[in-house]
């Protein structure tokens, strides 16, 4: 291995090393299959990836890699997702997985209850059944709970068991509803897969190494907005595009996408500085907020100064004369401008937004990206990227995490997951294509599993021509729950 290794160039040695090892796993996963099944040939074999997995070594090997094991039977899946506290569960990887995997597969979420997985203590029966609920409302099928812990005895075993005999009903019909003959929703949004380390800008950037590590889910989740896994995403963040090929960054860029500053610097790097007409130029070191000029797409929130100012990088945007226009900038203690901000194109092909900073969720509501105003804009700079008005949006505080799935039949399955320890209710879907969905009946899955008719629940135009359907207390969304609705 090490004269093998030696005739490497430094740079080529993880990638050689990452091909030598799915070759050798690929083996394996034959050989396990071969034996198995000349044992038995109707034993199920499947494969669980985990979130590094998935990102590390890309989708297709993914889909190969689960065919190889699976043979002669259905694909089977099962995904490492849940664990932490409940404000932690956005399931991500899981979504990624069933996107990612063969769409024949068969795909159960794996729900840990160990220690070691929940910050040294255990699940408590009523987050196990969010954490069961959220899987099966986001169309994974099935759920794995693992309990039990090598370190300690596991307590309450009896609430447990009642926990799930009571939800039984209720589980399986919101996975009746979102599992089988379903299409996911909303904005396309793209992990990043594996590819070499890449030094860029300078030393002082660390916190854009943690900006990397960030979930385009996640984000989607805080910004209220529903989301499907695509190979053209409309967020183009930090090193993703070095792991799309030239074929959909072109794509992305053709049609419309967000590009934070990380992303910008990256596609420099790789040769489209022409193509975008605008540059990174030197850092804003002192800044005291964001403020959100007059502008069609800050609607209400034009002229408001939210609080962007921690401490990741940002930069002055150098864009070429007429390409771009801004419709923010950044501003002193005293309200004078310090640089301009977040740039949208103005014409020419793509409607592509720069953003001078990296779109990460450090600082939180206070003096991050999570601020009402901001979610607002994100949400406007969104419709108009992709250029059509979003799937799903839900205007409510930055804790519920909105999905929606459209069926065959043509009826609209809408899930939230409230992990937090509120309950939410005086909140507005607003749907983008309402106008169809007007006048429908809406039905909510019951904690028994009756999926009723819920008359106060309706689909309708509001003053400023958006299609909301307001959720009353009488349909409240309760804390640590999961809402299934169905617009059919």
């Known amino acids: 291995l090490l004269t093998e290794i030696g005739k490497l160039s430094p740079g080529l040695v993880p990638e050689a090393w990452m091909a030598l090892w799915k070759e050798n796993f690929l083996d394996l996963l034959s050989r396990i299959e071969k034996v198995v099944h000349e044992v038995n040939p109707n034993i199920r074999l499947g494969l669980m990836p985990v979130q590094n997995f998935i ?281 004078r401008r310090v640089a301009g901000g977040i740039l949208v194109q103005r014409g020419g092909q793509g409607r592509n937004v720069i953003l001078p900073h990296v779109l990460s969720t450090a600082g939180g509501a206070i003096s991050g990206i999570v601020n009402v105003p901001y979610r607002h804009m994100m949400r406007s700079l969104l419709g108009f990227a992709l250029g059509e008005p979003l799937k799903l949006a839900v205007e409510a505080p930055p804790r519920i995490a909105p999905y929606y799935f459209e069926r065959d039949d043509g009826a609209v399955i809408v899930t939230l997951l409230n992990a937090y320890y509120d309950d939410m209710y005086d909140v507005d879907l607003l749907f983008g294509d309402g106008a169809r969905l007007c006048g429908r009946k809406v039905y909510r899955v019951m904690s028994n599993g009756r999926i009723a008719h819920r008359p106060t629940l309706k689909v309708r135009r509001a003053k400023d021509g958006s299609y909301r359907l307001r959720l009353y207390k009488t349909n409240v969304l309760a804390n640590c729950d999961v809402l299934v609705l169905m617009i059919g």
Request: proline content about 6%; aromatic content about 10%; some cysteine.
């Open 55 to 335: 990102r590390n070594f890309g989708e297709d090997f993914l889909r190969e890699a689960i065919r190889a094991v699976s043979r002669g039977t259905r694909p089977l899946l099962r995904t490492h997702d849940y664990h932490g506290l409940p404000h932690e569960m956005f399931p991500g990887s899981g979504l990624a997985a069933k996107r990612t995997a063969p769409p024949e597969s068969e795909h159960v979420v794996e729900i840990e209850n160990i220690a070691h997985n929940c910050h040294d203590y255990m699940r408590s029966p009523q987050t196990t059944r969010y954490a069961i609920l959220s899987a099966l409302a986001l169309g994974m099928g099935g759920a794995a709970p693992t309990f039990g812990d090598s370190e300690r005895d596991m307590p309450w075993e009896r609430k447990y068991l009642d926990m799930l005999r009571v939800n039984d009903r209720f589980f399986r019909a919101v996975a009746d509803l979102t599992y089988r003959g379903t299409l996911q929703g909303g904005i396309p949004i793209r992990r990043r897969a594996y590819q070499r380390e890449v030094g860029y800008m300078d030393a002082r950037e660390n916190i854009w190494d943690a900006s990397l590590s960030e979930d385009p889910d996640l984000l989607a989740g805080l910004f209220g907005v529903a989301y499907r896994f695509d190979a053209c995403p409309v967020w183009l963040l930090g090193e993703l595009p070095v792991s799309m090929s030239k074929a959909e960054v072109d794509a992305a860029l053709d049609r419309g996408a967000i590009v934070d500053a990380p992303g910008l610097a990256c596609l420099l790097r790789l040769g489209y500085g022409d193509r975008l007409g605008v540059r990174l130029g030197d850092s804003i070191p002192y800044r005291r907020g964001h403020r959100l000029l007059e502008h069609p797409l800050n609607g209400a929130y034009g002229g408001n100064v939210n609080a962007l100012r921690v401490a990741f990088p940002t930069y002055r945007l150098e864009a070429a004369h007429g390409r771009y226009e801004e419709i923010s900038e950044f501003v002193s203690w005293t309200g």
